[in-house]
């Protein structure tokens, strides 16, 4: 009766293939960058909420980014870093928590795309339309799209994710570093057609609305800034403006990587290596992306770092 629930609860989870030598090197890349992510993050996070100058869309908007990353790095670093001296034979994951996990690695992507798509028009009313930013822009305005920004998500990798859950499994091996949807459907010896069509219609719908909205926004963005002479606020419009486009841009090559590695059997291993960098690195550059290269943000930094610095002489 024991081997009957493990052989159904219990997956073994493949994980990240490492040489013994490589071990320790890919251990410390991994700690290293999880404990740059939470600091960084969290440190905006704490920075924004105390400077009351802080205080606006833009930054608050920034925010949803800022937990998105942090939950995404927890979700899958620390399963990573467990592996990593583990053989592969051993490495096993409940049924329950692989699904957990797939959830967070799906739900991280699809609230990244909904989270740029309300900055994106966060930048637009900042800059088309400045006179009326006070009165759009208000905190019920600003909650509503944070909030609109989760629930998208939420619902459909939660149908992505049902589609696979109601299959019966005949297999047992996560050929992945990590659980996602794929991986699960595969467990199954049904037909998963319907959860094949699901995935792509998701894929396109999220992709789709993200990139012809933040291309249509920057358009109108574009045109504004061309339309008017004044060099200084057009200055200050791309500045912010770059930090976002540079977010998307990011996001947009390593997904298109990771679809383009799927078409390519032989390159399995290099299409496991571009899913871990693409829920590793964009969390690590969105602090330093955003956080440094916003003038106001920056100088809070600088300013902070400055105060601490001289405490610590004294």
């Known amino acids: 009766m024991e081997n009957k629930t493990f052989n159904a609860d219990m997956l073994n989870l493949e994980g990240l293939k490492v040489s013994p030598d490589a071990s320790i090197p890919v251990f410390t890349f991994l700690l290293l960058t999880y404990i740059f992510i939470m600091v960084s993050n969290i440190s905006l996070i704490i920075l924004i909420s105390l400077e009351k100058s802080l205080h606006q869309p833009m930054y608050l908007l920034f925010c949803n980014m800022i937990v998105n990353d942090v939950f995404e790095a927890t979700a899958i670093i620390p399963p990573l870093l467990s592996q990593v001296f583990v053989p592969i034979t051993d490495r096993y994951i409940h049924y329950v928590n692989c699904v957990i996990q797939a959830f967070l690695a799906h739900f991280h992507l699809g609230a990244a795309q909904t989270v740029l798509m309300i900055m994106a028009f966060d930048r637009y009313v900042a800059?088309?339309?400045?006179?009326?930013?006070?009165?759009?822009?208000?905190?019920?305005?600003?909650?509503?799209?944070?909030?609109?920004?989760?629930?998208?998500?939420?619902?459909?990798?939660?149908?992505?994710?049902?589609?696979?859950?109601?299959?019966?499994?005949?297999?047992?091996?996560?050929?992945?570093?990590?659980?996602?949807?794929?991986?699960?459907?595969?467990?199954?010896?049904?037909?998963?057609?319907?959860?094949?069509?699901?995935?792509i219609g998701y894929t396109v719908v999220i992709l789709g609305s993200s990139l012809g909205s933040i291309t249509l926004t920057y358009v109108k963005i574009a045109a504004v800034c061309l339309s008017r002479k004044k060099k200084v606020l057009n200055s200050r419009a791309l500045q912010t403006c770059a930090s976002h486009l540079t977010l998307y841009f990011v996001m947009l090559v390593l997904g298109m990587v990771m679809v383009a590695?799927?078409?390519?059997?032989?390159?399995?291993?290099?299409?496991?290596?571009?899913?871990?960098?693409?829920?590793?690195?964009?969390?690590?550059?969105?602090?330093v992306i955003y956080g440094v290269q916003i003038q106001m943000v920056r100088q809070k930094l600088f300013s902070y770092l400055r105060v601490l610095r001289r405490k610590h002489v004294k």
């Open 261 to 287: 590695l799927h078409r390519f059997p032989d390159l399995s291993e290099q299409q496991k290596i571009a899913s871990i960098v693409l829920h590793v690195i964009p969390p690590a550059l969105d602090p």
């Open 127 to 199: 800059i088309c339309k400045p006179l009326s930013y006070s009165t759009i822009m208000t905190n019920r305005m600003v909650v509503k799209l944070s909030v609109s920004a989760w629930i998208v998500p939420v619902v459909m990798v939660s149908i992505l994710l049902g589609l696979s859950i109601r299959l019966s499994r005949c297999r047992q091996v996560i050929f992945n570093p990590f659980c996602d949807n794929a991986s699960l459907f595969k467990l199954s010896c049904e037909s998963v057609l319907i959860n094949q069509i699901y995935g």
